[in-house]
């Protein structure tokens, strides 16, 4: 399950596919649904957004190359193809 806790505009950014750009603050329960996870309901997930994981306590920073970062140790959440919303 995936909670969008705050979310706000960064100015007019639009992404290659033209859709805005904002920073969003999420929760989610497990770090597979970070997962290719990069647009939220037609949004595109802005560089520096934050995911709070429930299961482990985890935060994961979204990277500037489209990948979540965990912000312990710095391994990524592999992505298994396409975007997600």
Known sequence: MRT????????MDRDAEGRPVQYFEIDVDTADELANLSVIDGVAVGHGSIAHVITTGDFYSYGGDGKWYNQSDG?????????SE
Not at 75 to 82: A, D, K, L
């Open 75 to 83: 391994s990524t959440v592999q992505n298994v193809g396409g975007d």
């Open 4 to 11: 969008v806790r705050f979310q706000r505009t960064m100015g």
